[in-house]
């Protein structure tokens, strides 16, 4: 678990919890996806913007993953989740002190 103050305090894709068309079920999964990515920098203290991009490109795969089983619970990752996902990833960054993160950068992965 991470013990960033500002991390611990954060409400995790809060707007997909409210909307009900995201199964809770999936949104922990994703949740648990923005988790291990402060668990990871937490660990690795990326120098850089490039080592974390690094971090986040490969937590985004884990979405990119993710989003194929929205799409079998008849849901997806669409306009609205994009903006949630993607500001929860500014968050984590700027948690972190990369505060001039990218956030397209951040999420460059992403195939939703």
């Known amino acids: 678990m991470p013990v960033n103050a ?9 707007g ?6 995201f199964p809770d079920e999936l949104v ?3 949740k648990a996806v923005l988790l291990r990515l402060c668990d990871r920098i937490e660990a690795e203290r990326p120098a850089d913007l490039a080592a974390l991009y690094v ?12 989003d194929e089983e929205f799409h079998d619970a008849g849901s997806e990752i669409e ?3 994009r903006e ?10 700027s948690a972190y002190g ?6 397209e950068e ?6 939703w």
Request: aromatic share 14%; proline share 4%; hydrophobic share 55%.
């Open 106 to 111: 951040l999420i460059a992965t992403r195939d």
């Open 28 to 30: 922990d999964k994703g």
């Open 6 to 14: 500002k991390i611990a305090a954060h409400p995790f894709l809060a």
């Open 55 to 66: 971090l986040t490109h490969a937590a985004t795969d884990e979405f990119n993953a993710l």
């Open 84 to 93: 949630w996902i993607a500001d929860d990833f500014w968050i984590v960054a």
């Open 79 to 81: 306009t609205a989740a």
């Open 98 to 103: 990369f505060d001039d993160a990218d956030i």
């Open 16 to 21: 997909l919890y409210r909307d009900p068309y």
